[in-house]
């Protein structure tokens, strides 16, 4: 025979999805103060599916320097509808994905790096320059729509003023936006990752070398590969390498 007692709820998860307490279970005659002398406590909890869902696409695949960019976002009721009014919000940041990591095909070749000449990602807010919209309509829909950016710097912005010289642009990489749609006091979904190919140029340069170090008594032997920022290959140009002693 047992005793069942139940403690006050200890707190309660956002959104009023699960409300969990505290409960101990002792023997019937046990006369103690305390269950932790003779007893044993566990959780109790109680879980409500999620009520709102969200999802979030770019309008293209492919982003462009200067070029325009727009991102849906929609949200609505698992129980159906649209959840028209919901408060809507993005977060955005510049993942350094080299070219052959986008494009597979030219896995084998080194293309211009995603990264500084420290070694560090890009800081900039790539949605920065699209007009958001804080709610969402009458459909449950919303667009952030604009212009990229001519140049997507790296740095936090502040290394010009610092005296450490002109930022570099950003050649390559992946924009990906996470999306959050809320119901006040409610509810409120975030949306899984959407991502969209960003270049700054039109046309890619990749090398390859068969050995790891050049002898410097032999003519250098290197491969090349010219490929549009839609990862095509271009079957024909001219590519001019300069080597330099490190």
């Excluded at 599916?49 to 009721?77: C, N, P, T």
């Excluded at 409120?188 to 340069?205: G, L």
């Amino acid at each position: 025979v047992a005793r069942i007692s139940q403690a006050p709820p200890s707190f309660a998860i956002r959104s009023r999805t699960m409300a969990l307490h505290q409960a101990a279970i002792t023997r019937a005659d046990d006369t103690s103060s305390s269950y932790r002398q003779s007893g044993a406590c566990f959780d109790v909890a109680r879980f409500d599916s999620q009520a709102v869902w969200a999802s979030s696409a770019f309008d293209r695949k492919l982003a462009r320097a200067g070029g325009e960019l727009a991102l849906d976002i929609e949200g609505g009721f698992y129980s159906g509808g649209g959840a028209a009014g919901a408060l809507v919000d993005a977060t955005a940041f510049l993942a350094p994905t080299p070219f052959g990591t986008i494009y597979p095909a030219f896995a084998r070749f080194t293309f211009a790096s995603p990264l500084d000449k420290e070694g560090e990602a890009s800081e900039a807010d790539p949605l920065a320059t699209l007009t958001p919209v804080p709610t969402l309509d009458g459909r449950g829909k919303a667009r952030f729509a604009g212009r990229l950016p001519a140049r997507m710097l790296h740095g936090s912005g502040d290394d010009v003023d610092e005296g450490e010289g002109e930022a570099e642009a950003v050649a390559i990489g992946e924009i990906r936006v996470n999306t959050m749609v809320t119901i006040p006091g409610a509810a409120s979904s975030a949306s899984p990752v959407a991502s969209v190919v960003y270049a700054a140029f039109d046309r890619y340069v990749g090398l390859r070398s068969e050995g790891w170090w050049l002898p410097s008594n032999e003519d250098p032997r290197l491969e090349a590969m010219l490929a549009t920022a839609e990862g095509q290959a271009i079957p024909t140009g001219t590519v001019r390498v300069r080597i330099e002693r490190d």
